[in-house]
């Protein structure tokens, strides 16, 4: 007898929750956190309701209206490139900004040029991140969450 074949793919993660406000073709969704989120080094950032909930802003299809219980998906492709983005390109630029100030000595001090030229590295990778996100990755349904289901439309 063959195992029965899910039809949720396994980099998928779904989660309930409901829908606080809209905001053109998306959705603020609060949910609940989940276990993974104790681990996750972001886990302040999500929202300011908590230990045990978060917003996320999600697609939203469906049209769901505020107060709708909705089921979102999230992939997990999305997330490994998102985490390899924000801290893994910022990490290098920081490296390599630091190395080639110390090298050039462009303030006179090695140090106080490898500082700096850390710093501006940072700075101009987080700038050029935010560029390329908004031109690509906010097109990108691998980086955001999805509202897929509506499982319980609000009262009223």
């Known amino acids: 007898m063959e195992p029965p074949v899910s039809s949720h ?3 998928e993660e ?12 998306r959705a603020r969704v609060k949910l609940r956190r989940g276990e993974g989120c104790a681990a996750c080094s972001c886990a302040a950032f999500c929202s300011p309701f908590g230990k045990d909930w978060m917003v996320v802003s999600a697609a ?7 107060g709708d219980e909705v089921e979102v998906v999230y992939r997990a492709a999305g997330r490994t490139r998102a985490v390899v983005l924000l801290y893994l390109l910022p990490l290098a630029a920081l490296l390599a900004g630091a190395v080639l100030g110390q090298a050039s000595a462009f303030l006179g001090d090695p140090d106080l040029s490898a500082a700096a030229g850390g710093l501006a590295a940072t700075a101009a990778c987080f700038l050029l991140l935010r560029r390329y996100s908004r031109r690509r990755l906010e097109r990108d349904p691998a980086f955001f969450p999805v509202i897929v289901a509506i499982l319980k439309p609000a009262a009223g």
């Open 9 to 11: 793919p396994a980099d």
């Open 60 to 66: 939203n299809p469906l049209r769901a209206g505020v």
């Open 14 to 25: 779904r989660k309930a929750g409901e829908v606080l406000a809209l905001e053109g073709s």
